[in-house]
């Protein structure tokens, strides 16, 4: 199926064809803009791919070549990244994006614009050699000796306990030098995001949204605390990067059949307020919490209906927001076909409407 992909938004109201800067080279046929207003999406087109039933190595590859284009426009303009995977079916779908979206793009452009993400990693050189330094101190030793003094010997479960202790110290020491990283760093940073640690070795790793200018004062921070811990931790930084920890944008089509069972769940008119949706979610789960109403047969299974309702209707209510309704919201079909495209930044959704 034919689609226009898109790798993301930047300021601009001309028609450009991005294929002279290289970005040929990166498997697309044609990179270019679809204008709408002040804003345009840069978009190729493509044959449709379902990401989510791809093996993970073919992801990555494309994840890949996403960047790249991105990182490559970057050269020229300050972009808003969008979710990789993210297509349009025809340029009036673009368009919709664009227009449903625009206040929401102009206000991420002034809090980015002249800016740069650097993500910064930090990890243990010989975490072995930690490890051993936090076993042989004054804390685990005291609890060796109670352990070895015991007449009954040691157990397996007191062997438990000891390496319990050892972890629970190298976690608070990996936590107060996070925080002293955290500190030195966001001083010459205008935003921060944290990112998952992904083993024992990982103390640190977090994206920061730094002005360009800023840049070189940045790299002099992270060369202080390569000195100050020097030996015992390694530092990596990625970047200049596009501001992808803070705004990648997702968007989402909103089907009324979904709509339509989310309002019948929480016993909903075709038109409800804020206050209405939130009193019939609440009502919802105190019916039916399988914990205070144990014998209420399906308790669970409703429970979990009425959250995934919610959501669905918090999801819908967002698309409304954009298009001006703030707080009356239709459940018509038409009304929610008018209204089937959501526009917002990765993973952000207010479920307290």
Same mark, same amino acid.
């Given at each position: ?6 790798f ?24 270019y ?94 975490l ?8 042989e ?44 990283i955290e ?7 205008v935003d ?35 000195r ?15 501001? #992808? /920890? &803070?705004?990648?944008? !997702?968007?989402? =089509? ?8 989310a309002?019948?769940? *929480? +016993? ?11 009193k ?6 105190k ?5 205070k109403?144990?014998?209420v ?30 707080n009356? #919201? /239709? &459940?018509?079909?038409? !009304?929610?076909? =008018? ?11 207010? *479920? +307290?409407?």
């Open positions: 199926m034919e689609a226009k992909y898109i993301g938004i930047i300021e601009t109201s001309e028609e450009k064809l991005f294929n002279s800067c290289g970005i040929a080279a990166y498997a697309y046929e044609e990179v803009t679809i204008p709408y207003q002040d804003i345009s999406a840069v978009v190729s087109d493509s044959q449709f791919i379902n990401y989510a039933i791809l093996p993970k190595d073919q992801v990555a590859r494309y994840l890949l070549r996403h960047q790249q284009v991105i990182e490559k426009i970057m050269d020229s303009y300050t972009i808003i990244p969008m979710k990789l995977g993210t297509y349009a079916f025809n340029i009036r779908e673009v368009k919709e994006i664009l227009s449903k979206g625009y206040a929401m793009f102009k206000d991420i452009f002034k809090k980015i614009n002249n800016k740069i993400e650097i993500d910064v990693v930090a990890t243990w050189n010989d072995n050699s930690v490890i051993k330094e936090i076993g101190g004054q804390d685990v030793k005291k609890l060796k000796e109670e352990i070895m003094s015991k007449p009954e010997g040691v157990s397996a479960e007191d062997q438990m306990m000891i390496g319990s202790r050892i972890k629970h110290i190298l976690d608070k020491k990996r936590e107060r030098c996070s925080f002293e500190t030195v760093l966001k001083d010459v940073s921060l995001r944290k990112h998952d640690l992904m083993d024992d070795r990982m103390i640190f790793n977090t994206a920061f949204l730094i002005a360009e200018d800023k840049h070189r004062d940045f790299d002099e921070k992270v060369e202080e605390l390569d100050r811990y020097m030996g015992k931790m390694n530092f990596r930084c990625g970047g200049p990067l596009p501001a #992808y /920890s &803070f705004y990648t944008i !997702e968007t989402k =089509k909103v089907k009324f059949e979904e709509v339509d069972w309002r019948k769940m *929480l +016993n909903l008119s075709n038109k409800a307020t804020k206050e209405e949706i939130i019939a979610y609440r009502n919802g789960t019916l039916y919490h399988p914990d109403n144990p014998d047969p399906d308790a669970e299974r409703r429970f979990n209906e009425i959250n995934k309702a919610y959501k669905i209707l918090v999801e819908y209510c967002e698309v409304c927001k954009q298009t001006g309704q703030e009356s #919201y /239709s &459940f018509n079909e038409e !009304e929610v076909e =008018k209204n089937a495209m959501l526009v917002k930044p990765l993973g952000c959704v207010d *479920l +307290n409407l």
